[in-house]
């Protein structure tokens, strides 16, 4: 991985001093979208889960885990998009976020382990036709062989790196910027909550783990600083401090740690 020329990246195109990567499911929605067709329209819950923490402990990796999920999802494609508009929701305070980021010129970049087309239906519908300006890195979704996506039984998901147990491997991307020679690299934000940012976690400046969920167990596990948010108020906040310099991703880490050791991350510690 060598030094990346600025001009090659989407997000450098302002020449930002920050910019911020996202997970999307469960992250800037409140539901994780394919957790929500995996236990309702697929093999439930209690399965879904059984591979959650297979893939956690390490015994499975993230893409067979995410594909033994999705085959279990018959749906036709059209139908799974409609039902996903239907249903999910967004964090109430992301649109803010995404407006002050608009005006400060701080890049989102989402990176997503879901895939595009569904990710790209939800935000247009949720956040309104500016959604446009946010790039989306994620899997897709493609017809099985013989058939067609729209049909019973007919899609299945494709990688974007089918080479990597990860199949979207977030890191790459990320290394693309961080990569940058140090007078244009810009400050690098990320938000996630579970098993889809572990390729991720240890790659920008700032990881903002989301209170009670997997992402945070893990951190602590693997010695991974971050900080802690409840929703997009508490990142949007600690966002205005540090882009007005009046604090740091540093001290930012700091306290998430600490929040974590008093128990106020909502996992539970380990000593
Ligand atoms: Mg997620």
Redo the contacts with the bound molecule.
Sequence with gaps: MGLHDAADLPAMKTNPKFIFFT?????ITLQ?SNDFLTDTIGYGRERRRHMNIECLDDRISFRDSFRDMMDSVKRPYNECIQYLVDNIKLDPYFKEFFEWSLKENVPVVVLS?GMEPAIKALLEKLVGPEAEKMQVLGNYAGARPGKSIDEEGGWEILFRHPESGFGHDKSVTLREYSSLPADVRPTMFYA???V??LSAARETDLLFAKKGHDLISYCAREDIPFTVFEDWSTILARCKEITAGKSTVQDAAKEGWEAYKAGAAGVKPTA
């Design positions: 997970d999307f499911d469960g992250t994780d382990s996630g909550d579970g889809s940012d």
